[in-house]
């Protein structure tokens, strides 16, 4: 290997050390080569981990989220990669009783050799490694990992199993299934050091794990145990302490009768303040800290953040069928939110400011759940810890997804250690409400054909190989590990059982899928909806960046590529000729694509919170992208909020108006999710659309906390007027909506002019917008990159409406907007 001295210096000063008492951590991070195998020619001498492959290879490509480049790109899975790295220990470290190398991840097969010895076979992207590397150790070592690539692995597995398994050869590697492309994704099936490498030395021992177990709150009080696990067994005495939020509530000398590397310390926390979602209460974080010592002597401590509260699925009969909801701290809570997708189809790119801005636009619009889809990672520490923070709830996939898998002995303990290792990694987080074994394997299994063209024996061992893992392996590690609730599959039901409304989670793709309309949602609510979505083109910078001539054409092959729904395009077409005036022209069509997907999504989820208790849960699909695309989420990959992600913000307010008209009748309903009753004035009108009122009706009302409830009914077969002409205002309590009362492209909405003035802020600019007459879907947008506070609104006639518009950007910001208002009449 030629690296030189230099480099050698540079790495002894870059890695960084993290020290506990007697436990020192060394990363090596900087200064790695990447090369590829097949002739050793040098990538790049300045890799930093974590590290992918694609990431690397970015200044030598044409970049795979540009124009068509995708296809003309998987060449590099094909090829096997070397990382490679000099690194120097000191004496002091070298002397130390036991070092270890850890490998947080790899994706993902590799052979890892130091100093000339071979350490280390990987399989599994998804599992730490650790190896004992103190007989190897030098001063000065020499680190190769060489990553093989995926593909024949594959094949030569496919070839060994005695049946074909659904979906295709990704089955057979533990990695995340969404780099072999996905009906929103890239086929980008990268391979990498994609998390933190680092050394651990220490002396005796160390803490290797600390789990807070609650066990009950009563009166005020939490009783708690702290699990303890070293890393090997012990029989001598040991004082161990523990700090909550730095002061010190229990200690106590121990000395076991054997040898034994778990410990358990009960303590209790009086006056208790418990962890709750943002929307209903304060997700208040406790600082634990365990302490041992040896003989007067801090060995090591270890720290973590924790909230105290219960968390509980309520799965049983009823007299509709079977219920779905979650309980925490044993209040029914009604949970709001959104399927989350890696953030990027290169994780190394993802940085913890893209997890805060993420995680921070989630609870802006009043989400307070998120679902981490099980075709792509168990996210990094990072991302929960902000679930944390921000009182936000996980729905946790396993990483198995639309596939049925393999379930030879090597298979299985791989999948063992994966399942054993991220629970324990992730179960002091207050956020983990579920643990679910996979995204629509069963329903897949039962309703997709797959069982079709096989032998009854076939047909069995499959199904056994998913019971193994699904059914016996991972609801025995949930429940040993962990006191939160296991979901064998998700759904439970799909569209293909009618079962779905009635009994658990479901996913619903009758919209979209099936071409069904948007009334669909309101005619068949399910117990909890995980997932049901709707898709739309992103925004104009996303489409830009696309195409690589920079402009907004939305027919180009550039932009073709990154519509990976093979009707996509034709079912938004669709959808907007039944609903929409259809724009001639890319820019609007954009723009009312956006409106549409708003429309329906909106739909099922206020049908899914009047429906409350019946329903407890709307996620929609999906929140994110994972690159520039056409696809179901609401906030695009350059972190953009699509008209989507406005309106799901006003639909998840705690209290929420909500107007469906049924055989004529318009019905508001005022659902209330907090804590508390409501009791405040009531007003409904319904004006023209400059603003003279037709009808109105004002009374004082209470909505229940915990509770949907119908306020308030009019027929509208008896009012004079057309509805085609019309707009209807509601207020309650702190809450207002305006709404029409007939699909979009039936409106006769007036023309006239939007006007606005714009002031300088510290923070960006103050919009003061007015107009004449009602302004139906207003949607502005800036030259200049940033973010409103508002967006997708309707403007009332003769008052003025006020959004921020936050930036950073050093250039003058130029607005402009789209509103439905012209289209309607244009298209007629």
Not at 683 to 690: H, K, N, Q, R
Not at 722 to 741: C, G, P, R
């Amino acid at each position: 290997m030629r690296i030189s001295l230099f480099i050698i210096l540079i790495v002894l000063i870059s890695s960084c050390k993290e020290e506990r008492p007697n436990v020192e951590r060394q990363y090596l991070k900087s200064d790695w080569s990447l090369l590829k195998e097949v002739d050793y020619s040098l990538i790049s001498d300045s890799v930093t981990i974590p590290s992918t492959v694609h990431k690397e290879l970015l200044p030598f490509i044409k970049h795979p989220f540009q124009g068509n480049n995708e296809d003309s790109l998987q060449w590099i899975t094909e090829e096997d990669w070397i990382y490679e790295t000099v690194f120097t220990v000191d004496e002091v470290t070298l002397a130390k009783e036991h070092i270890t190398l850890n490998f947080e991840g790899i994706d993902t097969y590799a052979s890892i050799e130091l100093n000339g010895h071979e350490i280390l076979e990987t399989n599994n992207a998804f599992l730490n490694w650790q190896i004992d590397i103190k007989p190897f150790l030098e001063v000065e070592n020499e680190l190769y990992v060489t990553i093989k690539s995926p593909l024949e692995i594959e094949k030569q597995k496919a070839v060994a199993n005695p049946y074909t398994l659904p979906e295709g050869n990704r089955v057979y590697t533990r990695k995340a299934q969404y780099q072999y492309g996905w009906d929103w994704g890239p086929k980008l099936n990268t391979m990498g050091i994609w998390k933190p490498v680092y050394l651990e030395a220490y002396d005796d021992f160390k803490i290797d794990d600390v789990y807070i177990k609650q066990n009950f709150v009563k009166d005020s009080i939490a009783n708690l145990t702290a699990q303890i696990k070293l890393s090997d067994k012990r029989s001598e005495l040991l004082h161990y302490k523990i700090k909550v939020n730095d002061s010190l509530y229990w200690e106590q000398d121990y000395q076991p009768k054997a040898q034994e590397d778990e410990f358990e310390i009960h303590f209790e926390i009086p006056q208790v303040q418990l962890w709750w979602p943002h929307n209903i209460g304060e997700p208040y974080l406790y600082d634990i800290e365990v302490l041992v010592s040896k003989e007067g002597k801090l060995i090591d401590s270890q720290k973590l953040k924790t909230g105290i509260r219960t968390i509980e699925l309520v799965n049983e009969p009823d007299e509709h069928g079977t219920s779905f909801f979650f309980k925490v701290n044993d209040v029914p809570v009604y949970m709001k939110g959104a399927n989350y997708i890696p953030q990027n189809s290169m994780q190394d790119m993802v940085t913890d400011d893209h997890y805060e801005k993420l995680l921070s636009d989630v609870k802006e619009a009043n989400m307070n759940m998120l679902r981490v889809w099980g075709g792509g990672i168990y996210e990094n520490d990072i991302f929960y810890e902000k679930c944390d923070e921000k009182g936000i709830l996980v729905w946790q996939d396993f990483m198995f997804a639309c596939a049925m898998y393999p379930g030879d002995a090597r298979f299985r303990a791989s999948v063992t250690n994966e399942i054993t290792q991220q629970i324990t990694r992730l179960r002091n987080h207050s956020s983990i409400a579920l643990w679910c074994g996979n995204n629509e394997t069963s329903e897949a299994w039962h309703n997709w054909g797959w069982q079709e063209g096989r032998s009854q024996a076939e047909r069995d061992s499959i199904w056994e190989d998913y019971r193994a893992i699904f059914q016996i392996a991972m609801p025995k590690y949930v429940s040993e590990l962990t006191k939160e609730p296991y979901w064998e599959s998700s759904p439970e039901y799909g569209r293909g059982n009618p079962k779905y409304e009635f009994e658990g989670d479901a996913h619903d793709w009758c919209v979209w899928h099936d071409a069904y309309p948007f009334e669909h949602f309101e005619e068949h609510i399910p117990r909890f909806m995980s997932e049901f979505g709707f898709q739309s083109h992103p925004s104009y910078e996303t489409i830009r960046y696309i195409n690589e001539d920079g402009s907004i054409n939305i027919q180009s092959d550039d932009y073709a590529s990154h519509q990976k729904h093979d009707r996509g395009n034709e079912l938004i077409r669709e959808y907007m000729e039944r609903d929409f005036p259809v724009p001639t022209n890319d820019e609007d069509y954009v723009y009312v694509s956006q409106l549409l997907q708003a429309l329906g999504i909106s739909k099922g989820i206020q049908a899914h919170r009047r429906a409350r208790p019946y329903n407890m849960g709307t996620l929609y699909w999906q929140l994110n992208d994972c690159w520039p695309a056409v696809s179901w989420s609401s906030i695009d990959y350059f972190g953009n909020w699509k008209a989507l992600h406005y309106q799901v913000k006003r639909d998840f307010e705690n209290v929420l108006i909500s107007n469906v008209v049924e055989n004529d009748t318009l019905k508001t309903y005022v659902v209330n999710d907090g804590m508390e009753d409501i009791t405040s004035g009531f007003t409904i009108a319904i004006s023209d659309f400059y603003g003279k009122e037709l009808y109105k009706e004002s009374f004082v009302g209470t909505a229940g906390m915990n509770s949907s409830n119908e306020f308030h009914q009019v027929n509208l077969e008896k009012l004079d007027f057309d509805l085609s002409n019309v707009y209807v205002f509601v207020e309650f309590h702190t809450s207002q909506i305006t709404d029409v009362l007939v699909r979009p492209k039936e409106l006769n909405l007036p023309n006239e002019n939007l006007e606005w003035i714009s002031k300088k802020t510290d923070q960006g600019y103050k919009l003061t917008i007015t107009s004449d007459a009602f302004t139906k879907s207003v949607f502005f947008y800036s030259n200049v990159k940033g973010h409103f506070s508002d967006n997708l609104f309707d403007l009332q006639p003769q008052k003025d409406k006020v959004i921020l518009f936050k930036t950073e950007s050093k250039e003058e910001a130029a607005f402009h907007f789209k509103m439905l208002n012209g289209l309607t009449e244009s298209n007629k």
